[in-house]
């Protein structure tokens, strides 16, 4: 399987597939080589014995053409199903996945150093500004203690810190 290697748990990724077209990733930045979560390597394996073999090494192929599966379809028949059997409402693309981790990244206060090699970026403005737009448990959390700074636990306002300076 061209891209895994469950020695050293990583996958390389090295191409991409858009609308059924097989080619090189977007930017050099997107080349990279990823961290394989123990728990993610043992259902990869155990995926790959009941897959169809490919002589490109493809782990996600469609046995009819030995090549991936599009996109459109998977979101279609797979994503849709499944975000409406979890009470999801909506659009879920792509990107909704890219968002989701980028939010979870930040939920565990990984650097932002990391979440962009992580998700592969070739500027830091693109995770920070592109994907980090969502309503984080700590962006509540940080409003409402400023919040509580200028109204006070009374809902009195307090002198701002910055009176004076």
Known sequence: MAGFNFDDNTVMVQRGVVQGHVGDVKTECSKDRLPLDAQLIERLLEYRTKCHPTSEGWLFSNPRTDKPYHQGQIQKTHLKTAATAAGIQGKVGWHTFRHGYRSFLDSTNAPLGVQKELMRHAS??????????????????????????????????????????
Do not use: C, E, F
Request: aromatic share 2%; no cysteine; hydrophobic share 35%.
């Open 124 to 165: 830091i403005s693109t995770t920070m500004n592109v994907y980090g737009r969502a309503m984080s448990d700590g962006k509540r959390l940080a409003n409402s203690n400023v919040v509580g700074m200028v109204l006070g636990s009374n809902g009195g306002l307090h002198q701002s810190p910055l009176v004076g300076k």
